[in-house]
């Protein structure tokens, strides 16, 4: 670890230096390693908000988006706790030699959890940044305590006393006198200051039902982030540098997408720019160090090609659809058809919406007319259940990427439960690749297999239930081969975490490559653009990169058919069944 002059030095220093912000991107270990691999430019790179105790955040929705590149937010603070952070930062420290600095940030609601999580993330912390400014977050917690300047300075000092981390303050701009917390947090022993968190919280509502689009205790209302929020942040900068001279390291955050943001920044005073929602604008994941590298030059040479890679329509739209064809298997899983298209490529996803409830993301059964597969399980599929013919659906998407293709001319597809899902538009692909495809659909029920009928897949199809044999289709797999190896399959398997690793294990001991085994990885996602990081698996983002990975770089990641439950334990399928049993409200 570096010594606290060393990295108080290094951030006064000049350059072009870019730091993430917390609960953006870089919300889990693997994304971390990733930016520092990937983004040189980077020199600061920020954790979530970790708490004492672990926190389930508000039930989505928790992200909108207005106009292009302006979000509003309510996630709640949503973390592991205190215990897990740790585990995970110690691990990530322990196998990879961070090039940049590592911004802990951390939430509380009085000083002595302040304390305790400052003394636990000290010893893998650069920097320790103190939440004092989230807008939307319990009573106690962010602005409740960083908008009076003597609670701040209280918190700062007392804090100060139990560690000689560095101690980085995020500031809330929803105040009267941004200058004077600042003054009041460096007098009392900040090293420097983090400015602005997000402007608000304002209400959003649905225009189609007046019902607010948030979820969240507090009204529906959240904060706002990105191009909207710009101009304050700069003119916060600016004041809280007039306030405490020209050595107190700032980090200036809030709407930075361009080189002439990043300019105006500077000049208005931060040492390090952070750069946070626009990275929901980078379609995919492998254009992030293209963009990045692109502004590097930009700011040197006064050019805007780094615009050039950005969206330009908004990403979190909303369509209203009506529910046309409802079609029921047994009591708990049901085919939801609307009215309209919804243009998809095989394995990608949209998010339902019902107003007043909340919403969740689902594949893609069917793109022509949009069809869904419901599996009831929480207090949201259960409001889907009620949706009768003619009745409005609110959706937005679709999501994620095409999924791979291999070169092996026999594919399979391998689904179970409410996987199948994913097979419709995944057969049609594989097929009109020019591949021999066989699809195996296994099932707890018995009621569920006449889906397959439902759906009219243009391949061979062997379908079973267990029968209190879990993946009983698996003994099916040998007898399609045509052949004694699989050497030249390649295998789509969709379902359970359990059923997965089932799965891989036949496939492996049949002969298959890893490279040509992909499984549905349905980590849990709040925004579907790249924003929360929830998704991310083994470096990857899976909303923006597709949901199919191989096995191959499963086991680069140190994950396999026997281990990758256990060690990706946010992890739930979310094909048709919502991800609700992923979630400790469902």
């Known amino acids: 670890m570096m010594s606290r002059e060393h990295v108080l030095r290094r951030i006064r220093s000049g350059g072009f230096k870019l730091a993430t912000v917390s609960g953006i991107l870089t919300t889990r270990p ?29 039930r989505e929705p928790v992200l909108l988006e207005k106009e292009v590149g302006c979000y509003a937010n309510a996630v709640g603070l949503r973390n592991p706790g205190m215990g897990a952070g740790i585990r995970e930062l110690t691990e990530l420290r322990r196998k990879h030699q961070l090039r940049a600095l590592l911004n802990v940030s951390v939430s509380a609601n009085c000083i002595e959890d302040f304390i305790r999580l400052v003394r636990c993330f000290a010893p893998v912390a650069d920097i320790l940044e103190l939440n004092f400014s989230c807008p939307h977050a319990a009573r106690g917690y962010g602005s409740s305590i960083g908008s009076d300047p003597r609670v701040v300075a209280e918190y700062v000092r007392c804090i100060r006393t139990a560690t000689a981390a560095v101690l980085f303050p995020k500031l809330s701009p929803n ?93 208005a005073g931060a040492n390090v720019v952070g750069l946070g929602s626009v990275f929901a604008r980078v379609p995919r994941q492998d254009l992030i160090p293209l963009y990045i590298g692109a502004l590097r030059r930009d700011f ?22 009506r529910v046309n064809k409802i079609r029921s298997f047994g009591e708990t899983l049901r085919m939801i058809g609307l009215d309209e298209e919804l243009p998809a490529s095989a394995s990608q996803y949209a998010f339902l919406f019902v107003p007043g409830v909340g919403e969740k ?25 009620r949706l009768q013919a003619g009745d409005r659906l609110l959706v937005r998407g679709p999501y994620g990427a095409q999924t791979p293709r291999s070169p092996r001319p026999k594919a399979f597809i391998v689904a179970g439960g409410t996987g199948i899902a994913v097979a ?58 045509d052949g004694p ?4 399959c390649c295998f789509y398997n969709v379902g359970p975490q359990g059923f997965l690793a089932r799965a891989c294990r036949r496939e492996l001991a049949l ?38 990975v191989s096995l191959r770089h499963l086991e680069r990641h140190g994950l396999s058919p026997e281990t990758f439950p256990a060690l990706l334990p946010e992890q739930a399928h979310r094909s048709a069944d919502s991800r609700e049993a992923a979630l400790p409200s469902g």
């Open 175 to 267: 105040v009267a006198n941004i200058a004077e917390i600042a003054r009041a947090a460096m007098a009392a022993g900040a090293d420097g200051l983090s400015a602005i968190n997000t402007v608000g919280p304002e209400l959003f509502r649905d225009p189609g039902s007046g019902q607010p689009i948030l979820s969240n205790p507090n009204g529906g209302k959240g904060g706002k982030s990105g191009e909207w929020i710009k101009q304050r942040a700069i003119e916060s900068v600016r004041d809280i540098r007039r306030a405490v001279g020209e050595q107190v390291p700032i980090i200036g955050i809030g709407g930075i997408s361009s080189a002439e943001d990043i300019r105006r920044m500077r000049q």
């Open 511 to 548: 002969g298959a490559s890893t490279s040509e085994i992909y499984l549905s990885l349905e980590t849990p996602t709040l925004c579907g653009i790249g924003l929360c990081g929830s998704c991310e698996c083994g470096g990857r983002l899976l909303c923006k990169e597709g949901t199919f």
């Open 300 to 321: 040197q040479e006064g050019s805007g090609n780094a615009q050039t890679f950005l969206s330009t329509e908004p990403l979190m739209n909303y369509r209203t659809f």
């Open 30 to 58: 693997g994304m971390i390693e990733w930016i520092d691999r990937m983004v040189p430019e980077v020199e600061i790179i920020t954790t979530k908000s970790y708490q004492v105790h672990p926190n389930p955040g508000y």
């Open 424 to 481: 419709p538009l995944l057969a049609r692909t594989l097929v009109d690749q020019g591949k021999e495809l066989t699809l195996l659909f296994g099932s707890t029920r018995e009621e569920d297999l006449d889906v397959l009928s439902a759906l009219d897949l243009p391949c061979r199809q062997v379908g079973a239930a267990d029968l209190d044999q879990p993946a009983r289709i698996l003994d099916h797999l040998p007898e399609q081969l």
């Open 361 to 385: 993301p689902f594949s893609i059964a069917c793109s022509r007319p949009a069809t869904f597969l419901v599996r009831r399980r929480g207090p949201f599929t259960a409001a889907l259940f």
């Open 485 to 488: 190896t699989a050497e030249d």
